[in-house]
């Protein structure tokens, strides 16, 4: 495995920032993209659910439809290489079908895979309390999702590719949209949060961080 260097990453770091407008002369190919949807299945997340998944909407009517109802995105969608709508599992109880089937693509035994829900119910019910109501469990699953936005984005940023989270948009709207497309069945999923790709349209002003000591205590 060849070694990328920490100034690299670092450097990537500071290439990245939240791209508003794109080059609409300039478009990411489908190997970087793949790359970038890979970094995406790559991502950790608790209990190792993967409670996550990825909607490429390349669609023009759709995009014009989230457009507007999306204040947060009007500027790039149109331009955006790419957009990709992360949607969250809904339900992802500890006893569903759906964390067995998780469990079963492991290969564990019957005896581990019982072990494991009895450790996961324990966690659903009283370290985190997830199960008090809907929203809980679904914020939880869509914390799971920033992970492989994050990932994304800086896999994206190292090798020169811009990008932009989005959370300014109409949510029961888009949710709306994409159902009604046939895009995800809403008794399951829920959007999280989308991004765009692309190549900025211009060069971008040095963003602000807080210093490390205004950030950072140590505990010892």
Known sequence: MSQITKQQVLDGFHFRAATRKYDPHKKVSKDDFQYILELARLSPSSVGSEPWK?????????????????????TQIDDASYLVVILAKKNARYDSAYFRNALEKRGLTEEQINKAVSRYQSFQTDDMKLLESERALFDWTSKQTYIALANM?????????DSCPVEGFNYAEVNRIL???????????????????????????TKYRKPIDEIVEWIE
């Open 54 to 74: 990825f909607l490429v909407v390349q669609n023009p009517a759709i995009r014009a439809k989230i457009k507007e109802v999306g204040w947060g995105i009007a």
């Open 153 to 161: 984005m800086t896999g994206a940023a190292l090798i020169g590719i």
């Open 179 to 205: 159902a009604e497309a046939g895009a995800f069945d809403p008794a399951e999923w829920g959007v999280s949060v989308m991004v765009t790709f692309g190549y900025r349209a211009k060069e971008i002003k």
